[in-house]
């Protein structure tokens, strides 16, 4: 066990019994579809709120945020706080009152009802390519942790997790992705803040902790980095992040609000994302400073991704080390599960249900729990290639600008607006898709492909829409925001 101490090894083994047995007693919840996906909406704000924390912080959020800022220091923080706390708020009080309204199961499901089934369709199947590449970089991220700690081969790692996350995931449902979740968040919160106070003892105090990062790394020390440069140039962290990537994320990535859907009420929905608002202001001390921390001890890793790890593993006294390499593993789990649900979903209903309109409603739950079972098999076939493609961060944040400039748009327009119309919806995803696939290939940095691509879906679904007839004002009442 590369000379883990026995009583971590004991809490370790504890943990992913307790997680096991607490998803496992939740499955007597799940009698049909509703129950698997929704939860039967009867989560409360708390238990939501902490799940989203839970999915948020995820493979690319904890190691992959911990090694991008072993790699370019303090700017890695601009990804949690820039833009994410205005959006969350926004979708509080904007979006998931219009969803909830709306009485979807999903994000894809409503952009069908505000546009057409076909937007439907594409939207979903685009969530579920990344989703299938998210979970294998969760896959990833674990096996790498698991290796390091451990000292388990990669395989095996990937294999364990896969039995854990599968049981609890394809048996409770959403019910038991919520619960787990939340229990995971309060042991990352614990072992984040263990971290922070015995790695600066460690150093010697904050003091020298920062008077290392000045003398020896200075550049890890600024707020935003330079124009020109490679991956996150300021510019493209205001443009691209700030009003694209982050309120996109925060307005439709399904697996977040997935869980405010199966809130037991609408102030349920809309109060659990506030709570997650104030809880993401702590955060990024919590992901960003292991990652210094491991730059400041010159830690003797072979990539950025295992910086986290690395801390964990020789910084932390036995008890702590046990609880602090759990806090990750369960930060990884809670964006696998959540994917694993969330993708079920988009394949059982949005798919499915559009491709199939003849389809046996009754047969949704045993159809869901299949896919949750095919797709948790191919993030575990993926996951030994996501070494090859460069940090997990950064990796994961290119496949995001692919479409989220189209989405944000289509959102936008959908929820705000009247005049946005079913014929925009398809040809502005289209077009902005098209875009900004072709400016990636072109080597434009990521952040600039999501700015770009939105603002030409905006002209293109205000063009469209001047000359294509809208929805009825029946269905927009339903569909559309309005204020009391």
Known sequence: MNDVHLLDLGIIIAYLVLITAVGLNLSRRIHDARDFFLAGRSLGWGIIGLSIIGTNVSAQSYVGAAGGAYSYGIAQANFEWIGAIP?????????????????VYSIPEYMGLRYTPGVRVLSALIACIFSVFAIAVSFWAIAVTLEIYLGWPMWLGILVTGVVVGLYSISGGLAAVAFTDALQVIIMFIGGLAILWIGLSEVGGLGNFASALTDEH??????????????????????????VLSPAY?????????????????????????????????????????????????????????????????????????????????????????GLNSTSLLITRDLRGVLQPNRDPSRDLAVGRTWTLVILLAGMAGAPLIGDLGGIFFFVQVLLSLFQGPTMALLLCGVLTRWATPAAGMITLLAGLTLSGSLTLIGMNMLYVAFVSFVFSLAVIISVSRHTPKLSDKLLDRLVFRHG
């Open 218 to 243: 200075s550049n890890h020390l600024q707020t935003y980095l330079a124009a020109d440069h490679p991956d996150f140039p300021w510019v493209g962290v205001l443009l691209g992040l700030a009003f």
């Open 250 to 338: 925060w307005i439709g990535n399904q697996a977040i609000l997935q869980r405010t859907l199966g809130a037991k009420s609408e102030w349920d929905a809309k109060a659990s994302m506030m709570f997650a608002a104030f809880a993401k202001t702590l955060v990024p001390l919590l992901i960003v400073f292991p990652g210094l921390l491991a730059l400041v001890m010159k830690a003797q890793i072979d990539y950025p991704d295992a910086a986290l790890p690395w801390v964990v593993k020789n910084v932390l006294p036995p008890g702590l080390s046990g609880l602090m390499f759990i806090a990750i593993i369960a930060a990884l789990q809670s964006s696998l599960d959540s």
């Open 87 to 103: 959006a969350m708020i926004l979708a509080s009080l904007v979006f998931i009152p219009v969803y909830w309204r709306a009485g």
